[in-house]
């Protein structure tokens, strides 16, 4: 997947993202349903912004961005901003 392609699937997720976060916040009684979606999204960004950092750095640093992988979401989730 290339740089492009993993930052319009972040957009769109995002937006998914923002449209349940409003859903949400104007529907009081929240569907679990949305609730374990947006838990979802949230960690599938996390994998996406990594494997798009990952992609960058290698780059930068004369490797090729094509052999950086999705890590898993156990791996993503503990990271500190």
Known sequence: MKNQEILHQIT?????????RDS??????GGQ????????LERELD????????????AEFGQDPD????????VVEDYQS
Do not use: H, N
């Open 67 to 74: 052999e950086a992988r999705v890590r898993p979401q156990s």
């Open 47 to 58: 994998q996406c912004w990594d494997l798009l950092r990952q992609r960058r750095a290698r």
């Open 12 to 20: 769109e997720m995002a937006d998914e993202e923002r449209r349940l």
């Open 33 to 40: 349903a949305e609730r374990r979606r947006l838990g979802e």
């Open 24 to 29: 949400l916040t104007t529907d009081r009684t």
